[in-house]
């Protein structure tokens, strides 16, 4: 089993800036594809961000494109999503995911999610 746990939300001005980190357990973490997503009350959750396993390729939303990086540390067990020119529609719990190749297709592609957590952006 595979565990997750991110850090880094907070409350932030609109226009500001957080970094979140996801840190895994996982043996071998540089074979996962590790995703971001997020969830804000009553809504659906929605892909934000994902990367290869040597972050060489890189997705993301078209909503946060420009905004948001996503990178990681495999020495560190690592993934990080960078948030910049946040807005209050960004407002939302914040999940990471893992995804191993050798596992079938889990919920939304992914077969490990962290607890998240919460990212609010104030106006």
């Known amino acids: 089993q595979v565990q997750l746990v991110e850090s880094g939300g907070g409350l932030v001005q609109a226009g500001g800036s957080l970094r979140l980190s996801c840190a895994a357990s996982?043996?071998?973490?540089?074979?996962?594809?590790m995703g971001w997503f997020r969830q804000a009350p009553g809504q659906e959750r929605e892909f934000v961000a994902a990367n290869s396993g040597s972050g060489g390729s890189t997705y993301y939303a078209d909503s946060v494109k420009g905004r948001f990086t996503i990178s990681r540390d495999n020495a560190k067990n690592t993934v990080y999503l960078q948030m910049n020119s946040l807005k209050p529609e960004d407002t939302a719990v914040y999940y990471c995911a893992a995804r191993d190749f050798a596992l079938g297709i889990g919920p939304l592609g992914y077969n490990y999610w962290g607890q998240g957590t919460q990212v609010t952006v104030s106006s």
């Open positions: 996982g043996r071998t973490f540089s074979s996962y594809r």
